[in-house]
């Protein structure tokens, strides 16, 4: 059997089971959005770490290389941000092709180093080597947290209420007017914005301090994959289902109005990915908190579903309440190809 | 200029100078063999992250998928060995062409998970995803040391021992049989134990801890790059010089016999590079306690020179004391393309 057939959820699902670890100090092994193991007697260390490849995660005709450095710092950003952590130290081990200039990878590490101050990290680690044609940027990103606020993917419960930071799709519709626009030049304001998104994510580690600190979430997960997908994460390691209203999710203004002439990119919002939003499941208890929090705060948070026993599954409701179908249910990395 | 032209050495210089960070945590940056960052009171924190590409850091040709596995972790053990570090978790960052067998990567991680095991390391991150065509394997290595014994690449001292564990040079003979044997069955034990210490190098871990545990040393690298060019890095950080006696390099059977028919190839052993073993310096008062030790653990310990002014640069000096030529001087990621 080859890995496309698998898939990839398949293959770490596979593992996972494999490395099962029993390490006195593992708190969370495979599984979650970055490692936690124990540091000292009141923090948790986070750990995570991530891969991006040329013209598989990225590509240069989208993404100059400031923007790439910013970007690779950003997802890593955004896994300990999913916990309730603080980012704190930054290792990057980049491959790149002997013709790549100096230039290009001068302003990718400017773009890095300016993401990692800008979240007060600090870059303590970094190699480079060759790569045979196409660009590899690994970023490892060590942060922690105290141990009465980590925030897993599991921990949600029948009737908690389902919540998202920002818009999603953003980033799935810029891509797509990425990829079509060929030499236009995209001069409405609203999709240079979506466009931005997806090149340049901003990730969302006040909102998860926060959340994390008045213990307001049962479980969270950074939308990486796609809602669906990564709602689906949480849905497995908390033995629930989830109903999501459709109507519900935030889209932007941008989205909204592209959605007037292409209906089915409804689907961007729903499996688009790379949103670097945060989605996460709160007791009911806690609903006026977040309200009030967010308006405090001017942090967009929306309900968009709840938790529902294990046997419903995930399902997408419409307008009517019927169950809108999903095509395709997010960004799988190996049957996409 | 393209990084060709720069070189590795010249790319990470430029870089670290650009990245010299003041966080109040941060003990070593960019620079070592590992980031070093306060982990509680009486420990630092240790950090590695490596990155493999099929056709530039292994082949399948001559490895396969579980010894590639045991390998990338290897390295990794090699770099928290060479700071005198425990090494405990593990998390690995995996990029496959889509038709990749199940069976190949179940034999990668089998892999991965032997060598990790066989040194009480957990493995608690994992995430792969898809590449175009070449394998990408990132390994990220966490470790700690009491904070009175980390040894780092600088600290070595004029008068000081220049010491290195086990062989050098069966890697690249091994790499150089593998490459040149094309069909024929290599038959020669010797030769073969060259071969096998290419593709599954064992990382001093054990050694590096006994010279941290003792203070034996005053600064420590694990031989990757090669003698010479793993020396310069302790040199350059240290600010001294040092000489080595080429006669006094530790060799293996093989390689000793190798080089009666092959006498430049004794090039292998200054820079053939992907040794893993540890190469440190140690005060002259330490020379007696660090020969009864390697006797009583036994493990092979070799003076092979000594730390000298700045102003002497590297040199090697063959059985007459004449000055060896270095004609290439070890393993650079770039240039060597």
Redesign the interface.
Known sequence: ????E?G?LG??KK??N??T?S?P??I???GDD??V?I??ETKY?L?????L?????FSLKYSASYNLGKKAVSISLSDIAAMGGTP??L??????P?????DF?SLL?RGI?ERADEFGV?????????????I?I?T?M?GEVPKDQVIFRKGASVGDRVYVTGCLGDSGLGLKIWKEKGDRIITDPFLKDAMLEHIDPLPRVKEGRIIAEKRLATSMIDVSDGLISDLRHIAEESMVGAKVWLKSIPLSTALKRWILDHPEDIMLSLAGGEDYELLFTASMNNANQIDVLAKELGMQITQIGEIVPKEFAITVLDENGAVFPLAREGFE??K??
């Not at 490849?53 to 995660?57: K, L, S």
């Not at 290792?91 to 790149?96: F, G, R």
Request: contains cysteine; aromatic residues 6%; hydrophobic residues 40%.
């Open positions: 059997m080859q890995i496309k698998l990839e293959l770490i593992l996972a494999q490395f670890v390490h100090r593992v969370k092994g495979i970055t490692s193991t540091q000292d260390l750990c995570t770490t991530d891969t490849i040329e013209d598989i995660h704190a130290f290792l990057t081990s980049i491959a790149l002997p013709t790549t200039s100096t990878i590490y180093k600090a870059l303590i680690g970094g190699n480079t080597s060759s790569a045979p044609d196409k590899v690994n490892t060590l990395h190996f996409q190809l």
